[in-house]
């Protein structure tokens, strides 16, 4: 993790990768959800820039979060009238959406020598993710609480970093955290919809939405990389194998499976049933369940 002192700011930046590395390591809290315009924006060749690969070994923090190694319990529906109860909640999401911003960094400092359209494309998703977490940001603020009130958990890093391959980084990262998470944000839209809070469940549910482009993104790229046809669904015996252990197809999906956005991302109904059957052989031993709420 970067210290405050010696982390860059992405205003600073004058090339892609600068400006990439800023954003991961940045303590600073403004530079995580309304970081300086990126050098080359607008240019279609910048995903062609080409450094030596660098992966970064972690994320910079603001001195005031609090990062626990295991997760606190999400609210329960029923605490989700009260106003805490849902900032806490979007405290969850919020985080999830800054650490997909800085693997999508990290990811295009990791895989230099990766197709050009391919980290082009991280640094659009990149951007979704920020604009998610400032608009998670605001709503915690109406909500009259702030980003770090709250405990984070970076789960997701701590998973990704194991990651050699762009394959193995779209396999956990865009098929598995992503397309989770379109079953989750529907889940959480209803529930905080019944809760009566109608402004908090339409941005979760815009989020879950946009997040389908983000899973069809991963599934192009596997699926050309694993078969040379970026058309065709990803196989799941293929996916599986490239998840890092301990993980499973269990922990990355929610029930019921959301076979609609799941198939609008390009996953088949092969795919969908054998995701949708899976049952992890290791689970009474290590507890996997498909509600797992950092996968939310």
């Not at 998840?243 to 999906?253: A, D, S």
């Amino acid at each position: 993790m970067a210290s405050p002192d010696s982390a860059p700011s992405t205003s600073d930046a004058k090339t892609a990768s600068e400006w990439c590395r800023a954003y991961v390591e940045s303590s600073d809290v403004a530079e995580k959800l309304r970081p300086a315009p990126r050098p080359g924006d607008g240019d279609p060749s910048l995903g062609a820039e080409r450094d030596l690969p660098r992966r970064l070994p972690g994320p910079g923090r603001a001195a005031h979060l609090r990062v626990l190694d295991r997760a606190e319990k999400i609210p329960k529906p029923g605490a989700l009238v009260e106003a805490s109860a849902v900032a806490k909640l979007l405290h969850v999401f919020l985080h999830h959406e800054i650490q997909a911003a800085e693997l999508c960094a990290w990811a295009f400092l990791a895989f230099p020598e990766a197709p050009s359209e391919f980290r082009a494309g991280l640094l659009g998703i990149l951007d979704d993710e920020v604009r998610h977490a400032a608009l998670y940001a605001g709503r915690i603020e109406e909500l009259g609480a702030s980003y770090g009130d709250f405990p984070v958990r970076d789960w997701f890093w701590a998973r990704t970093l194991t990651a050699t391959t762009p394959l193995q980084y779209v396999a956990l990262m865009g098929l598995g955290f992503e397309g989770g998470n379109l079953e989750h944000a529907a889940r959480f839209e209803a529930l905080l919809r019944e809760a009566g809070d109608e402004r908090s469940a339409s941005l979760v549910g815009q989020v879950g939405r946009e997040e389908v482009s983000h899973v069809r993104f991963a599934a192009r790229w596997f699926s050309e990389w694993t078969h040379g046809d970026p058309t065709e669904s990803p196989d799941f015996d293929r996916w599986r194998a490239e998840l890092p252990p301990p993980l499973t197809p269990e922990v990355l999906r929610g029930k019921p499976l959301d076979r609609d956005r799941r198939r609008r991302a390009g996953l088949s109904e092969s795919f969908l049933d054998r995701l949708d059957d899976f049952v992890d052989p290791l689970r009474p031993v290590r507890g996997a369940r498909g509600k797992d709420p950092e996968v939310s």
